[in-house]
C-alpha cells in the first residue's frame, strides 16, 4: 500500500540512500552495488528500488512545476531554479521534458477555458485563448526550455478540435453561397489567431477539410454511378464542381503559394490521400463519360457542347485527373461516328461526277457544324481524315484506267484535302502509294531504248509529278528506282563480259550454272584466260556507256559537306590582287550503285574498275583523257569506296613502276631524268599522290636491289660484283641495311665476299686503312663491328693457311708453303701475331726457318726483323 507509513518511510530511505550515493561522486558501477545492497537488504531489486525512488521524487517536481505556473507572472521563477530543484531531485533530463510538456499542455488547456469537467456538448466553438495567453505560454516555454515544434504541437493538438468545430461551419456556410469568400477566410483568419494556430498548422487544416468535403461529394457521385444513374450522377458532379470552385475561392483569399495548383494538390490520382484517391482509373473515366455525353444532351439542340458546358467539361476532366489521352479517346468514343459520317459523306460528294465550287463551301459549312458543335480536336479530325483520303484517291484513281487522273480530278482531291483540313505534306502517303507506280512506269518509257532521258521528256516528268502530288523527295526516290532497274542489267552485262575474258566456257558455265556454249564467245573460240585487248575495247566502251547513262541522266548528287578556301584574283583601288574566300565544299554522292543493288560483288566490282584503269592507261590520244576523267564516276557508280579506289590504283601504279624500274635499271644501272619524267606522267594519270609516287619509287628500288643482292649471294659472284652493288646503292643514297633491308648476316656475307679475296692476294695490308674504312662505311656498318667482322675474318684465314702448311710439309713438299707462309706473316701483321694458332714448336721452328731463308733483299732489314718477330708470335715461339 503506498500510502501505509512503513513503505512510505522505507522510499524516503530509499530516496536519501539514492542521493546520497549520487551526490557523493560515486562511479555507475560503484553506485549499483551500494543500491543493490540497500535492494537486498528490503528483498528488492535494484530496477524496483529506482521506480519507488522516482514515485518519490516526481511529485516533489511537480510542485515545483505547479508553482511554476501560479507565479509565472511575477518573474520568481525561471529555468535555473527549476535545473537546482532537478539536480536536488535526481530528475533526469527525459523524465524533466516529459513532465515539461504534460505542465505546458495543462497550461494551455487552462488558457483555453478546458478542464476536465468540460461538458462534451459544450460548444467548442466559443472557446478561445485568453487576453494575454500569448504571452504567458511563451515565457512558459522559455522556463522550461522546450522547443518551438514542441510547443506549437502541444497548442495545435488543444486548438485544433476547437478550430475545426467553427472552421468546419464556416466552410459549409461558403460552399453554400450564404457566405462569401472574403468573409469566410476572414472569419477564418480570425479564429486563427484566437487559437494561436501556426500557417503551417493552418494549410494542414484547411487542406484536410477540402478533402473531406471533395471526398464527400465523390462518394455520393458514385452511389449514383454504380446504379446507372445518370442524370443524378451529372447533377452530383455539378454540385462537386460547385464544392470545388468555394473551396478554391477561399482559399485563394490565403495567398499562399501551396494552394496555387489546387487540381495538383487536391486531385492527384497516385495519393491515396487526395479527394479521389479512393477512384480507380475505371470509375474517374465513367463519371467523365456520363458528364460528357450528359452535357451535349443537356443542350438546347442536344446535340452540341455549348461553351458554357464545354468549360465543365474541362473542368471536370481537371478534376477527375483526366489525361488529354483519354479525353482525346472519350471524345473520339462519343463524337467519332458522327464525324466520320459527315467526312464520309463529303468525300463521295467530292469525288463523284456531280462536282461544283458551291458544294465545296456547303460541305465546308457542314464538317465545320459538327467539328465546333463537339469541339473536336485537330488531331481527332487529322486521324479520321487520313483514312478517307486515302479511299477518296483509290475512287479516283480506279476511274482513271491509265493510272494518270485528269487535272480536274486533281483539283477535286485538292479541294477535299481542303475541307478535310490536311496540309500537302499530309496527303504525300496516299499519292505515293496510289499513283506512285504510275510515275515510276513513266520514268521508265522515258527513257527509252538508250536509256537516257533527253530534254524533251523532262518537263513533261515534272509535270507529271506535279499533277499526281507526289512529293519531290518521293518522286526523287521513284526516279531512281526506275534508274536502278534499269542500270542493273547494265552492269550484270559488263560484269559478265568481264568474265567472259577471264574465264573460259567450261569455267564460266559452272561459275554461273548455266550452259553457254562455245558460240557465245564472240570469237567462236574458248576464251583463253586472259585478258583479250579486243574484249578490253568492248569492256570499256560499255563502262562508258553507264556512265553517260549515269551523268545524263542526273542521278550523281552534291551533298555538302563543310566548307573550303578558295583563292580568287579581285580589283581594288585599280589593282589586281589575291584575296581568299570560304566557299561551301561539295562531294559527289551515288545514290544508286552496282554493289547496293546486288547487281556486282566486291571482288568483281573491283577487278572491273581495275580493269577500266589499266585500259584507260593504255588507251592513246583525246580517249585516253576521257578514260581517266570517267574513272572516279565509274569506281562511285559500282559502290566503291574512294579508299578501295586509291587502292587499286596504287596497286596499278605500283605493278607499272615496279616493271618499268626494273627494266631501266636493268639496261642503266639507275634512273636518269627521262625516266623521272615518265614515271611523273604515271603519276599523272592514275591520279597517284605525291607521297604515295615517291614510296612506290623507292619501294621498287630498295625491292629491285634486294632481289640483286640475294642473287649476288646466292650465285657466289666475286668481289668485282659486290663492290659495284654497293657503290650503286651508294650512289642512289641507300644503305644496304637500313634502306635496302637487307639482313645483317647479308651484309656481313657480302664484306666478307669483297675483303677476303683482297685479303688473301695481299690488297690489304697492314697499311690499307684507308681502304678498309671507305669498305666499311660502303657497307654501313659502324667500325667496331667491321673490326670485329676483319678479324674474324683474319683469324678464319690463318687458321685455313696453317692447315695448308701443315699438309704441305706432312706430303714433304715444302716449295708449295711459301706463299702460304709469306700470307700468314700478313695476316700476323694485322693482330701483332695474335692468330690464336695450335702449332707444335717443331713445326712452328720448321715454318720460322722457312721464312728465314728467303731473299729479303729488296726488304730493308728492320721491316724483316719486324716481320720475323711477328712471325714468331703467331707460332707461338719464344
Same mark, same amino acid.
Given at each position: ?20 550515493? =549520487? ?15 540497500? &535492494? ?76 476536465? $469537467? ?49 472552421? !468546419?461551419?464556416? @466552410? ?18 480570425? =479564429? ?104 451535349? =444532351? ?10 458554357? %458546358? ?8 481537371? @478534376? ?88 480536274? /480530278? ?26 506512285? %507506280? ?47 532497274? =534499269? ?26 550454272? $548455266? ?15 586472259? !585478258?583479250?585487248?579486243?574484249?578490253? &575495247? ?14 545524263? %541522266? ?14 580568287? /584574283? ?55 583523257q576521257r578514260y581517266e576523267d570517267a574513272r572516279d564516276n565509274l569506281g562511285g557508280i559500282l559502290g566503291l569506296e574512294k579508299a578501295k579506289m586509291e587502292e587499286v590504283t596504287n596497286s596499278i601504279g605500283s605493278t607499272i613502276y615496279e616493271n618499268y624500274i626494273n627494266n631501266s635499271m636493268r639496261t642503266k644501272g639507275q634512273l636518269d631524268q627521262q625516266d623521272m619524267m615518265f614515271l611523273a606522267n604515271i603519276q599523272g594519270k592514275l591520279n597517284i599522290s605525291s607521297d604515295d609516287s615517291e614510296k ?48 645483317? &648476316? ?41 673490326? $670485329?667482322?676483319? #678479324? ?17 710439309? #706432312? ?33 712452328g721452328w720448321k715454318i720460322f726457318n722457312m721464312y728465314d731463308s728467303m731473299d729479303f733483299e729488296d726488304m730493308d732489314k728492320e721491316t724483316v726483323e719486324s716481320n720475323k718477330s711477328v712471325l714468331k708470335i703467331s707460332l707461338g715461339l719464344s
Amino acid at each position: 500500500d503506498p500510502e501505509h507509513p512503513d513503505r512510505m518511510s522505507i522510499d524516503k530511505f530509499l530516496f536519501l540512500s539514492e542521493r546520497v550515493f =549520487r551526490q557523493g561522486g560515486e562511479t555507475n558501477e560503484a553506485f549499483k552495488y551500494e543500491m543493490s545492497r540497500v &535492494a537486498k537488504a528490503f528483498d528488492l531489486k535494484i530496477g524496483e528500488v529506482l521506480e519507488r525512488v522516482a514515485e518519490v521524487v516526481e511529485p516533489f517536481y511537480q510542485k515545483a512545476l505547479d508553482t511554476t505556473r501560479s507565479k509565472i507572472d511575477t518573474d520568481a521563477v525561471s529555468s535555473d531554479m527549476l535545473l537546482r530543484a532537478r539536480n536536488s531531485l535526481g530528475i533526469d533530463e527525459m523524465t524533466a521534458n516529459d513532465m515539461h510538456l504534460v505542465t505546458f499542455a495543462d497550461e494551455v488547456k487552462c488558457l483555453l477555458g478546458k478542464n476536465d $469537467k468540460t461538458s462534451e456538448d459544450a460548444d467548442l466553438s466559443a472557446l478561445a485563448f485568453v487576453e494575454g495567453a500569448k504571452d504567458r505560454l511563451s515565457k512558459l516555454q522559455d522556463i522550461l526550455e522546450l522547443e518551438d515544434l514542441e510547443a506549437d504541437y502541444e497548442i495545435s493538438s488543444e486548438a485544433t478540435p476547437l478550430f475545426q468545430a467553427r472552421a !468546419l461551419a464556416i @466552410m459549409d456556410e461558403a460552399i453554400a453561397g450564404s457566405l462569401s469568400p472574403e468573409s469566410a477566410w476572414e472569419q477564418l483568419n480570425t =479564429r486563427q489567431g484566437e487559437l494561436l494556430l501556426k500557417d503551417e498548422s493552418m494549410k494542414d487544416l484547411l487542406a484536410s477539410m477540402v478533402m473531406q468535403a471533395m471526398g464527400k461529394s465523390f462518394e455520393d457521385t458514385m452511389a449514383f454511378a454504380k446504379v446507372n444513374n445518370v442524370g443524378a450522377t451529372y447533377d452530383k458532379l455539378l454540385d462537386a464542381l460547385g464544392v470545388k470552385e468555394a473551396c478554391r475561392a477561399v482559399l485563394q483569399q490565403s495567398h499562399w503559394s501551396e494552394f496555387d495548383d489546387f487540381d495538383g494538390l487536391f486531385f492527384d490520382p497516385a495519393s491515396k490521400s487526395s479527394a479521389i484517391g479512393f477512384l480507380s482509373r475505371a470509375d474517374r473515366l465513367r463519371l467523365y463519360k456520363i458528364f460528357l455525353a450528359r452535357s451535349v =444532351r443537356n443542350s438546347e439542340s442536344g446535340k452540341e457542347l455549348t461553351d458554357e %458546358n464545354y468549360e465543365k467539361v474541362k473542368d471536370v476532366k481537371g @478534376m477527375l485527373a483526366i489525361t488529354d489521352a483519354d479525353e482525346a479517346d472519350e471524345f473520339k468514343m462519343a463524337f467519332g461516328q458522327e464525324l466520320q459520317k459527315t467526312l464520309n459523306m463529303a468525300m463521295f460528294e467530292m469525288t463523284g461526277d456531280d462536282f461544283t465550287e458551291d458544294l465545296v463551301k456547303n460541305l465546308e459549312a457542314q464538317i465545320d457544324q459538327v467539328i465546333n458543335d463537339y469541339r473536336l480536336s485537330d488531331s481527332l479530325v487529322a486521324e479520321f481524315s487520313a483514312p478517307i483520303y486515302m479511299r477518296a484517291v483509290n475512287i479516283i484513281s480506279d476511274k482513271t484506267p491509265s493510272g494518270i487522273p485528269s487535272k480536274e /480530278k486533281m483539283e477535286q482531291l485538292d479541294k477535299l484535302r481542303y475541307l478535310l483540313g490536311m496540309e500537302k505534306e499530309d496527303s504525300y502517303n496516299a499519292h505515293l502509294e496510289i499513283f506512285g %507506280n504510275a510515275y515510276k512506269t513513266s520514268v521508265s518509257e522515258s527513257m527509252g531504248s538508250t536509256g537516257v532521258i533527253t530534254k524533251e521528256y523532262r518537263k513533261p516528268l515534272d509535270e507529271l509529278k506535279k499533277r499526281l502530288g507526289v512529293s519531290e523527295e518521293d518522286s526523287r526516290r521513284l526516279y531512281l528506282d526506275a534508274m536502278q532497274d =534499269r542500270m542493273v542489267p547494265m552492269i550484270e552485262y559488263i560484269v559478265l563480259e568481264l568474265e567472259r575474258t577471264m574465264l573460259n566456257a567450261e569455267q564460266l558455265a559452272r561459275k554461273r550454272q $548455266k550452259d553457254f556454249g562455245e558460240d557465245y564467245f564472240k570469237s567462236g573460240k574458248g576464251a583463253s584466260g586472259n !585478258l583479250g585487248l579486243g574484249a578490253e &575495247a568492248n569492256i570499256m566502251t560499255d563502262c562508258m556507256n553507264l556512265i553517260d547513262f549515269y551523268t545524263v %541522266n542526273d542521278i550523281a548528287e552534291k551533298r555538302e559537306i563543310g566548307t573550303k578556301t578558295i583563292e580568287k /584574283k579581285v580589283v581594288e583601288n585599280d589593282e589586281e590582287k589575291t584575296v581568299t574566300e570560304e566557299v561551301p565544299d561539295y562531294e559527289t554522292v551515288y545514290p544508286i550503285t552496282g554493289l547496293g543493288s546486288n547487281a556486282v560483288q566486291q571482288e568483281l566490282a573491283e577487278l572491273l574498275y581495275r580493269q577500266f584503269v589499266v585500259g584507260g592507261f593504255t588507251a592513246q590520244g583525246p580517249q585516253a583523257q576521257r578514260y581517266e576523267d570517267a574513272r572516279d564516276n565509274l569506281g562511285g557508280i559500282l559502290g566503291l569506296e574512294k579508299a578501295k579506289m586509291e587502292e587499286v590504283t596504287n596497286s596499278i601504279g605500283s605493278t607499272i613502276y615496279e616493271n618499268y624500274i626494273n627494266n631501266s635499271m636493268r639496261t642503266k644501272g639507275q634512273l636518269d631524268q627521262q625516266d623521272m619524267m615518265f614515271l611523273a606522267n604515271i603519276q599523272g594519270k592514275l591520279n597517284i599522290s605525291s607521297d604515295d609516287s615517291e614510296k612506290m619509287l623507292i619501294d621498287t628500288q630498295k625491292k629491285l636491289l634486294s632481289e640483286e643482292a640475294n642473287a649476288i649471294v646466292a650465285n657466289e659472284s666475286g668481289p668485282e660484283i659486290v663492290k659495284a652493288f654497293r657503290e650503286k646503292c651508294n650512289s642512289m643514297g641507300l644503305e644496304l641495311e637500313a634502306d635496302v633491308g637487307l639482313s645483317r &648476316a647479308m651484309v656481313e656475307e657480302m664484306f666478307e665476299i669483297e675483303v677476303s679475296p683482297a685479303l688473301v692476294n695481299g690488297d690489304i695490308t697492314i697499311e690499307s686503312g684507308d681502304l678498309l674504312t671507305e669498305i666499311q662505311e660502303s657497307f654501313g656498318m659502324t667500325p667496331e663491328d667491321a673490326e $670485329k667482322m676483319f #678479324l674474324d675474318i683474319i683469324l678464319r684465314r690463318a687458321k685455313s693457311a696453317m692447315s695448308r702448311i701443315k699438309a704441305e710439309l #706432312l706430303r714433304g713438299r715444302e716449295e708449295n708453303c711459301v706463299d702460304i707462309v709469306l700470307r700468314l706473316m700478313r695476316y700476323g701483321q694485322f693482330v701483332n701475331g695474335e692468330l690464336e694458332l695450335s702449332v707444335d714448336e717443331a713445326t712452328g721452328w720448321k715454318i720460322f726457318n722457312m721464312y728465314d731463308s728467303m731473299d729479303f733483299e729488296d726488304m730493308d732489314k728492320e721491316t724483316v726483323e719486324s716481320n720475323k718477330s711477328v712471325l714468331k708470335i703467331s707460332l707461338g715461339l719464344s
